[in-house]
């Protein structure tokens, strides 16, 4: 069981005002902030990331709304953090997201879905590296 996970604040919740909201709740939940960092991710960057999703038909949307504003990718740490970041989060389709979640508060769509949450322990590492270098990463 790996205790980190990568969450990204999309563009839609960083430009709705909720970032400072959605922080609250994932520290609320028990999660230690390890790294953060607001950035403009670039078309390389956002297509890199999404790399796995080259194929879908939402693949050019979806680099197109990660690329339209400032987002903030963390590092979180918590015992099982992937599973229950992933739980904290919610559905994918805000409509499908169980109450109390974060998609269901704050997201706009399926695809302006508020939050990123790594879905395996392998990709958790993977995707921390993506954003941050080791000496970004703060253990305390
Ligand atoms: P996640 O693990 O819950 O983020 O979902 P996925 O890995 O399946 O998809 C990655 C991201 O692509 C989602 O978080 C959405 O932002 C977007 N996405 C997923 N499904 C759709 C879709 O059917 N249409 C569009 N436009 N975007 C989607």
Request: with cysteine.
């Amino acid at each position: 069981m790996s205790n980190k996970t990568l969450a990204i604040i999309k563009p839609d919740a960083v430009g709705n005002g909720f970032t400072g909201k959605i922080m609250d709740r994932i520290i609320e939940a028990g999660f230690k902030l390890q790294a953060a960092q607001l950035m403009q991710l670039s078309r390389e960057k956002a297509e890199g990331f999404y790399a796995v999703h080259k194929e879908r038909p939402f693949y050019n949307d979806l680099v197109d709304f990660m690329t339209s504003g400032p987002c903030m990718p963390m590092a979180l740490e918590k015992d099982d953090a992937v599973n229950t970041f992933r739980s904290l989060i919610g559905a994918t389709n805000p409509e499908e997201a169980a109450d109390g979640t974060i998609r269901k508060d704050f997201a706009e769509s399926i695809q302006n879905n508020a939050v990123h949450g790594s879905d395996s322990n392998e990709n958790a590492q993977k995707e921390i590296a993506y954003f941050f270098t080791s000496n970004e990463i703060l253990d305390y």
